[in-house]
């Protein structure tokens, strides 16, 4: 909620040149927050990845490359993406998650930094490669962390990562294959607002660090909270620097290590806005509706994991409020929002759903065969269409 942002009137002639729904992105939002980032942690050996899953579009990836930001992959795919967004190999990570042994192969012919996450590929990759390539473990700590049960990924039911308490196991592949272990992994969750989080990872890695004496760095994740709405809680990024510090600090057995962080969410919820039109009003005996042309299968993070999202009419800014619920345009409940205070809504007015940039796009979908929106990116003050929207020829594209 502060900071650099996008105004009312600028969304909205955006939203006019380029048509609705669309998703706007805002540049120099994710300098601040990157920027955030490192004076947040200036004090530590600390290397960023952005988690490009919240965000792929290339040209954003080609931005937080600029920025000197490095990135961690959740596919193959993203990692082609990145490299061909301009990101040298080493500056790639793919932490890989129950997936074929082939794509994590493909990642090595490819030169990026693998994160494996099962005993399975472990002995894969030993078998394939021995000592020959530097390779990550991704952990399962079992903390509990994280906005809820859906997000939450380092807990001990999840199925992220090794669990710890097989250490035993890591260490006789490690020694069967003579495995170069350069990474430790851990990440928790999503919407981690608690620094205490990260201190606790870190205790469970220190344990564990001198069984690796080959480590270059170890990896505590992503999950940083951002502000949904006014007065929300959030990490203290400046508290997790000095926490992160000082437990590193104290610690001579990590002395040398990098410390990488994975920052999605943090790095491009905020610079982000979806809007979209206003169709139809629907008073009804109990709810007035407001539809407009979007859905799940634009912003699916309301329905999914009852995210909230801020909502504002951007073109009747200064009328009187009244109460709605706002709710899509496709056949399945699609509710963004019940009992919102709107500007008073007219049938045409543009509404803006803010801290869009993270896992909106990247969610998105062709249910009921309707199309994926625009993107474009505001830099230096000036609107960029950096993907169009889908036509009708995109949805028989692969029809045989
Ligand atoms: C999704 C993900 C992240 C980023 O999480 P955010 O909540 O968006 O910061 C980081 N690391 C890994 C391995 C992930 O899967």
Redesign the pocket.
């Known amino acids: 909620m502060s900071g650099v942002s996008l105004q009312p009137q600028e969304l909205a002639a955006i939203a006019r040149e380029f048509g609705t729904p669309v998703y706007v992105y805002h540049a120099e939002k994710i300098a601040e927050q990157y920027n955030k980032l490192k004076h947040a942690f200036s004090g530590s050996n600390v290397h960023f990845f952005y ?1 490009c ?2 965000l792929t579009n290339p040209h954003i990836l080609s931005y937080v490359r600029e920025l000197g930001s490095n990135v ?1 992959c ?1 596919s193959i795919n993203e990692v082609k993406l990145a490299l061909h967004a301009g990101f040298e190999p080493e500056r790639v990570l793919y ?1 890989s ?1 129950g997936i074929a042994f082939e794509e994590i192969a493909e990642a090595k012919e490819l030169g990026v930094n693998i ?1 494996i996450d099962s005993l399975s590929n472990l002995e894969k990759f030993g078998a394939a490669y021995g000592h020959s390539y530097p390779v990550g473990i ?1 952990l399962r700590p079992n903390i509990m962390a994280g906005g809820n049960l859906k ?1 939450s ?1 380092g807990h001990d039911k999840s199925k992220f990562g090794v669990p710890v308490e097989q250490l035993e196991d890591i260490l006789a592949l490690v020694k069967k294959y003579d495995l170069f272990i350069s990474n430790l ?1 851990i ?1 928790t ?4 607002k608690d620094a205490d989080v990260f201190v606790k990872g870190i205790e469970v890695l220190f344990d564990i660090i001198p069984h690796f004496p080959e480590l270059r760095s170890v990896d505590l ?4 909270k951002v502000p949904y709405k006014e007065g929300d809680a959030v990490i203290d990024i400046a508290l997790v620097g000095a926490k992160v510090k000082e437990a590193f600090d104290s610690h001579p057995q990590a002395k040398g290590l990098q410390i990488w962080f ?5 790095m491009v919820s905020e610079c982000g806005y979806l809007v979209a039109e206003v169709n139809v009003l629907k008073q009804t005996p109990s709810t007035h509706f407001v539809s407009v042309n979007s859905g799940f299968n634009h912003l699916i993070r309301p329905m999914f994991y009852d995210a909230y999202h801020r909502i504002e009419n951007i073109t009747n800014t200064d009328a009187p409020k009244h109460t709605y619920s706002i709710v899509g345009n496709i056949c399945e409940t699609d509710t963004f929002a019940w009992d919102r205070e709107l500007n008073e809504v007219r049938e045409g007015d543009l509404l803006c759903f803010y801290n869009a940039g ?2 909106g796009f990247e969610m998105s979908s062709n249910f009921n065969s309707r199309y994926k929106p625009a993107e474009v990116l505001v830099k230096d003050g000036k609107p960029m269409l950096i993907r169009k929207r889908d036509v009708f020829e995109d949805l028989l594209r692969n029809i045989v």
Do not use: L
């Open positions: 988690a899953k919240a961690d959740s932490t998650n994160n991704r997000i990924t992994h990440h969750g999503s919407d981690i994740g992503g999950g940083f994975e920052p999605g969410k943090f993270a896992y």
